[in-house]
């Protein structure tokens, strides 16, 4: 059974920079497509990225050229570089292998 542990969320100044990471364990997340999520109060959780399991990689119109996400297939582990962060990139950020979801964590930017 997969499982997924999102970690790097923190309290940020706008223009700063967080790398969030998901560890995942389980026999199959290692060949999944993956994806980050994410959630702001009072919205509907939106799709930010996804990587594929040959590694094509593709974005939101609001994260490109921002966010970065990457997998280290050894060790079982996504990540989402985001760079240059807005007060909107606000949200709970969640990590997705399939139909299975981590528990968020939080990124707080502040103006």
């Known amino acids: 059974q997969v499982q997924l542990m999102e970690s790097g969320g923190d309290l940020v100044q706008t223009g700063g920079s967080l790398r969030l990471s998901c560890a995942a364990s389980?026999?199959?997340?290692?060949?999944?497509?993956m994806a980050w999520y994410r959630q702001a109060p009072g919205k509907q959780r939106e799709w930010v990225a996804d990587?594929?399991?040959?590694?094509?990689?593709y974005y939101a119109d609001s994260v490109k050229r921002r966010f970065t996400i990457s997998r280290d297939y050894a060790r079982n582990i996504l990540y989402l570089q985001m760079n240059d962060l807005k007060p909107e990139d606000t949200a709970v950020y969640y990590c997705?292998?399939?139909?299975?979801w981590g528990q968020g964590t939080q990124v707080t930017v502040s103006s």
């Open positions: 389980g026999t199959t997340a290692r060949y999944d497509g």
């Open positions: 990587i594929t399991k040959e590694e094509h990689t």
């Open positions: 997705k292998s399939g139909t299975i």
